[in-house]
């Protein structure tokens, strides 16, 4: 199977989006069981108790509670709107942000952020003039201090799409901002798996588009693969990917390869999958990676193959480097559930 493909099914009955480049699986979503708060979601919330040795505060939402690291300029019991940043673990309150940010396909409306920006990914000068231009009219008319991010995704659209989505998204963002009476109440829903996959798989565009498709293009068998710790990497190299309470645990070996450059190899295997493997996974937090045993003037190129892995990550990832023990650390946002609690 070549090419960029989406696929759109179930997954125990519960709506689900892979999305395999040449035959390879490289994101997933699957909508969670039961009522859980998804990522993205905004709320009207009442500021609760500040926790000053946390730095926060936690605030009232319609059913539990969510924790805001923000307390400068909030008071107890003064209404505002947050927005959903990630999972919600068990027995934790939501985390949430006061900055807000309403996504689409094309566009981001960005409250209290004033200014039209394109992303740096459009090269092309004219074709930046011309989406500057299309920008400025569609705002015209919000809130001075609202503005507009054109996702890379505008790149291979049409105008009156980009138009549109721009509209549509700057009404939703005028009529959530202005809605802040009242007690604590959900205002928008967090993107389910088929609306995640509409917004953030536009760039570069689908070669195509299947429904109904995870048995027949081997996306079952794909996630099933998920569940074992083991990942091969070829020649008989494997790395586990064991997630603790505390940390997820990753150890590379090189198998029966004896050669000199066979930590080497692998280790760079390794590296260069593992962002990949997180994010199906649904890994966060800690990342501890045990890496082959390699000189250490090979780490320097184990590191620029790392940075690059990382990259292009949409989580926010932070690469913390070389402990004195020899591994390596990094940390990973928790911007989704874990596939293990999402198919236990």
Same mark, same amino acid.
């Given at each position: 199977?070549?090419?960029?493909?989406?696929?759109?099914?179930?997954?125990?009955?519960?709506?689900?989006?892979?999305?395999?480049?040449?035959? @390879?699986?490289?994101?997933?979503?699957?909508?969670?069981?039961?009522?859980?708060?998804?990522?993205?979601?905004?709320?009207?919330?009442?500021?609760?108790?500040?926790? %000053?040795?946390?730095? #926060?505060?936690?605030?009232?939402?319609?059913?539990?509670? #969510?924790?805001?690291?923000?307390?400068?300029?909030?008071?107890?019991? @003064?209404?505002?709107?947050?927005?959903?940043?990630?999972?919600?673990?068990?027995?934790?309150?939501?985390?949430?942000? !006061?900055?807000?940010?309403?996504?689409?396909? *094309?566009?981001?409306?960005?409250?209290?952020?004033?200014? &039209?920006?394109?992303?740096?990914?459009?090269?092309? =000068? =004219?074709?930046?003039?011309?989406?500057?231009?299309?920008?400025? /009219?569609?705002?015209?008319? $919000?809130?001075?201090?609202?503005?507009?991010?054109?996702?890379?995704?505008?790149?291979?659209?049409?105008?009156?799409?980009?138009?549109?989505?721009?509209?549509?998204? %700057?009404?939703?963002?005028?009529?959530?901002? $202005?809605?802040?009476?009242?007690?604590?109440?959900?205002?928008?829903?967090?993107?389910? +798996?088929?609306?995640?996959?509409?917004?953030?798989?536009?760039?570069?565009?689908?070669?195509?588009?299947?429904?109904?498709?995870?048995?027949?293009?081997?996306? $079952?068998?794909?996630?099933?693969?998920?569940?074992?710790?083991?990942?091969? &990497?070829?020649?008989?190299?494997?790395?586990?990917?064991?997630?603790?309470?505390?940390?997820?645990?990753?150890?590379?070996?090189?198998?029966?390869?004896?050669?000199?450059?066979?930590?080497?190899?692998?280790?760079?295997? !390794? !590296?260069?999958?593992?962002?990949?493997?997180?994010?199906?996974?649904?890994?966060?937090? @800690?990342?501890?990676?045990?890496?082959?045993?390699?000189? %250490?003037?090979?780490? +320097?190129?184990?590191?620029?193959?790392?940075?690059?892995?990382?990259?292009? =990550?949409?989580? /926010?990832?932070?690469? !913390?480097?070389?402990?004195?023990?020899?591994? *390596?650390?990094?940390?990973?946002?928790?911007?989704? &559930?874990? &596939?293990? =609690?999402?198919?236990?």
């Amino acid at each position: 199977m070549k090419g960029r493909v989406v696929i759109l099914d179930t997954v125990a009955g519960r709506d689900a989006a892979a999305l395999v480049v040449d035959g @390879q699986l490289q994101d997933l979503f699957i909508d969670p069981e039961g009522d859980v708060v998804l990522p993205g979601a905004i709320f009207r919330a009442v500021a609760d108790r500040p926790v %000053k040795g946390q730095g #926060g505060i936690f605030v009232k939402l319609p059913g539990g509670s #969510g924790f805001l690291r923000q307390i400068s300029g909030i008071s107890p019991g @003064q209404r505002l709107l947050v927005q959903v940043t990630g999972p919600t673990e068990p027995g934790k309150a939501v985390p949430v942000t !006061a900055r807000l940010l309403f996504r689409s396909r *094309y566009a981001i409306v960005t409250p209290a952020a004033p200014g &039209l920006n394109i992303s740096r990914r459009i090269r092309d =000068e =004219e074709l930046r003039a011309d989406l500057a231009a299309l920008a400025a /009219e569609a705002m015209a008319g $919000a809130p001075e201090d609202l503005g507009l991010i054109l996702r890379s995704a505008c790149e291979a659209a049409d105008e009156a799409e980009i138009a549109e989505d721009i509209l549509s998204v %700057k009404a939703l963002a005028m009529a959530v901002l $202005a809605d802040t009476e009242g007690g604590p109440e959900l205002l928008v829903d967090g993107p389910g +798996a088929h609306e995640a996959a509409w917004r953030d798989w536009a760039d570069p565009a689908p070669d195509e588009v299947v429904q109904d498709g995870f048995d027949t293009h081997g996306v $079952a068998e794909m996630i099933d693969a998920l569940r074992d710790p083991r990942v091969a &990497l070829g020649g008989g190299g494997h790395m586990m990917i064991e997630p603790t309470r505390a940390l997820v645990a990753v150890d590379v070996n090189t198998g029966p390869d004896t050669s000199p450059a066979a930590s080497l190899k692998v280790n760079i295997a !390794a !590296a260069r999958d593992l962002p990949r493997q997180l994010r199906l996974r649904g890994l966060g937090g @800690q990342v501890v990676v045990d890496f082959a045993p390699l000189p %250490k003037k090979d780490r +320097a190129i184990l590191d620029q193959v790392i940075r690059a892995a990382f990259k292009h =990550e949409a989580a /926010e990832t932070n690469l !913390a480097g070389w402990t004195a023990l020899g591994l *390596y650390e990094l940390t990973r946002k928790r911007d989704r &559930l874990p &596939l293990s =609690e999402l198919l236990p």
